[in-house]
């Protein structure tokens, strides 16, 4: 099992004190959400005890909203704990008529690798009702138990919602091997809705569409979805050591040029810079990207201010927003000394930062400062890839791919940082670091 960024976000919290809390009446609890938290972060605590606790949980008949919503993080917790003698007690969650638990336990289910009859029944009779998430049906039927399943889900391949439909396609190519169908959800990544988007993406990497790695590389969504797609579809097909094309990709994303992302929105007119740095916070990544395409039109000049407001005001605070404004930094070479000196200051700030909703703007930081401050960037460097600054395996390819275009005295030291990347625990930072070193010389 391994953790994850967000999984202990309560360190004062004894696993003693989480199972307790779950021993509770409603009426003795501080806070209705103490049952969500402790089920959340039992996580933490893998043993029998935890399992005991979290499935009393699912048989608690009392009907309020907090055990509702407690319960769906139970069951994830159980999954993810690798709990198979919760099975049963997630499987009658089947029949709940909350459709929030329905579709946590159908992912419970899945993972703990279920092969009970009676209850992968009541998942393809589920697949019919459209009020179910249909996606996660399809995604674990299709793992499951594809031969009893794929009438049912071959017939939402004409399903009117696109997500449930690219689910469908994506399940019926890797059964039949027929990839040809894939191209249509290819289509799908520019469309106008962006969780339609994300769920093509998904949709690809379930299918393994090797073929369509550079569609998914300049889709207008999250870098993060686009990383971990690459990783994952290359992981699968095991070509990353052998194919530069593999890791040729991962960089695209890794620099996140706005002018190579196929952005589905376009201006009628100039806008102003004020609209288009406040863009850099809409949830729509399509219209983030529009705007980092707009924004060299301004000079540094007019823009620093705008940017220095909007920081102080929202930015430094916005994860979403943090990372475009990393990119924006690192993206022109026109600042004013005093103006670099206070990006440097962020850009140093931000490339350290270590909680979990800024991690990706970590590796924009990384290149930021390479582009801006070589010499800061090395120094910081040396120590992300020595292990003396704790850092992310993205944190570790970023600095690897940076390092490769770094001309400065003292190239042995690049060196003698990338021969021991090549032994690093992760295999894309592995593979990076053998391309550099190849490229170098």
Known sequence: MTLGRFDNIHPGLTCNHARHILSLSIDELESKSDFYMAAAHLINCPCAETEDALQSLLVCAVDDQAIKIAKRKAVEVLARLGSKSSVPLIGQCLWSDDIYLVENSVWALEKLSCNRHDLIQQMIDLLKDASQNQRVLIKALATLAIDQSFDSIRSLQTSDRPGVRGAAIAAVAKCTQDRASLLQIKGYLTLPNQMDRQCAVQDLVDGGAIELLPSIATAPVSPAFRIRACREILATAKVLLS???????????????????????????????????????????????????????????????????????????????????????????????????????????????????????????????????????????????RGSIPASWECRYVTIMCMESLSIEGGDQIRDLLVNCQQDADAFVQARAASALSSIG
């Open 243 to 385: 194919a530069d094309v593999g890791l040729d990709l991962i960089d695209v994303v890794f620099r996140d040029d706005p002018a190579q992302i196929n952005v589905i929105h376009q201006y009628d007119e100039a806008p102003a810079p004020e609209f288009l740095v406040r863009q850099l916070y809409s949830t729509d990544f399509s219209r983030c990207y529009l705007a980092m395409q707009n924004l060299p039109e301004y000079s540094a000049e007019v823009l620093i201010p705008i940017l220095q407001q909007s920081w102080e005001e929202e930015a430094h605070n916005d994860y979403g927003a943090h990372y475009f404004f990393m990119h924006v930094f690192g993206s022109r070479d026109d600042w004013s000394s005093s103006a670099l000196e206070w990006i440097v200051d962020l850009l140093n700030e931000a490339a350290i930062n270590r909680r979990p909703q800024f991690q990706k703007s970590r590796a924009a930081a990384i290149q930021a400062l390479h582009s801006l401050r070589p010499d800061l960037f090395f120094e910081l460097g040396s120590q992300l890839l």
